[in-house]
């Protein structure tokens, strides 16, 4: 004769449609809010780029996790400036980048000089 696991009556998942699916709430939208999507060097690169500032020359990515903050070094209209932008995509920090200079205020050491003193 048949045993009580063949008797016991099984549970059919409910079957999705169009009526009932608009019907239904979304419980996670309403309990928790949506993560912030954080950026890899990558697209903040693009997303910056696509500001029409200028075009990024050199980046580079600092600290992990929503803690990272991306070094963007752009040449643009106003010369070359460095962005700080956090990890969600918004500038946190604007600075113009002035070239170095020798004491003279020349950039280096002419080939002359070099001479001139035997380097």
């Known amino acids: 004769y048949g045993s009580a696991k063949d008797s016991a009556p099984t549970k059919v998942a409910p079957v999705l449609t169009s ?10 939208s309403a ?12 697209e903040a690169v693009g997303l910056f780029e696509k500001t029409g500032k200028g075009e ?8 992990n996790g929503e803690k ?3 070094n963007l070094d ?12 956090n990890a969600t995509g918004k500038v946190i920090v604007e600075v113009p980048l002035i070239a170095k200079k ?3 205020g020349k950039k280096g ?6 001479e001139r003193e035997g380097r």
């Open 109 to 114: 050491m002419s080939r002359e000089r070099i």
């Open 19 to 28: 009526d009932n699916v608009a019907k239904t709430p979304d419980k996670s």
């Open 31 to 42: 309990t928790k809010a949506e993560p912030t999507k954080l950026l890899t060097l990558y």
């Open 102 to 104: 020798g004491p003279s």
């Open 56 to 63: 990024v020359v050199s980046a580079e990515r600092l600290g």
């Open 68 to 70: 990272s903050t991306f």
């Open 74 to 85: 752009v040449l643009g209209a106003n010369g070359k400036q460095r962005f700080n932008i």
